[in-house]
T-cell receptor, first 118, second 108 residues
């Protein structure tokens, strides 16, 4: 069974840092691009960052450029997101998702909640 | 950035009836559109990719259509488990991938 399990969420002060991770299983992790998508409380889905299958290419939405860093360890089937200079507006549930070759994200993890207190 | 606009924001439909959800792209995205179902506390679920293709395991009552800038998700014969939020997403022009703001499907 394909599974994604996020960890590392929690409460952090504004300006602080946090690393969240996603453990993948049930598929050949190194063959797929991966992304982080977030949902702010009461809001919709927002793509945050993506990384190519070999990790050579990384992408970010404008609001997190220079603050967030996505990375992956294909030997451990793990995706990570280093988040620095956190702001109240970064408060959200963060999901990791596998990018399908023919489009779309599937599956998604259950999400990890990050709360940034001001 | 491609803006995806969904309508309506909330849709009230009775079980057994049909629901029609709309999604408009601010520019041509070909058929590079996916639809997701999202329930509180759960992982989003892919329903449609390529505007009209259902992945294995998605019930046939979910139908996607459209191309270019106008897209529709139709759910025929609504069942209790279908009441959730639905999002469209484009993957033609990225980064960034962009989602619509969602349609909440409620029981009438």
């Amino acid at each position: 069974e394909v599974q994604l399990l996020e960890s590392g969420g929690g409460l952090v002060q504004s300006g602080g840092s946090l690393i969240i991770s996603c453990a993948a299983s049930g598929f050949t992790f190194r063959s797929y691009a991966m992304s982080w998508v977030r949902q702010v409380p009461g809001g919709g889905l927002e793509w945050v960052s993506g990384i190519s299958d070999n990790g050579d290419a990384t992408y970010y939405t404008d609001s997190v450029k220079g603050r967030f860093t996505i990375s992956r360890d294909n030997s451990k089937s793990t995706l990570s997101l280093q988040m620095n200079s956190l702001r109240a507006e970064d408060t959200a549930v963060y999901y990791c998702a596998k990018e399908r070759i023919f489009g779309g994200f599937d599956p998604w993890g259950q999400g990890t909640l990050i709360t940034v207190s001001s | 950035e491609v803006v995806m606009t969904q309508s309506p924001a909330t849709l009230s439909v009775s079980p057994g009836e049909r629901a029609t959800l709309s999604c408009r792209a601010s520019q041509n995205v070909d058929t590079k559109v996916a639809w997701y179902q999202h329930k509180p506390g759960q992982a989003p679920r892919l329903l449609i990719y390529g505007a009209s293709t259902r992945p294995a395991g998605v019930p046939v009552r979910f139908t996607g259509s459209g191309s270019g800038t106008e897209f529709t998700l139709t759910i025929s014969r609504l069942q209790s488990e279908d009441f959730a939020s639905y999002y469209c997403q484009q993957y033609n022009n990225w980064p960034p991938y962009t989602f619509g703001q969602g349609t909440k499907l409620e029981i009438k």
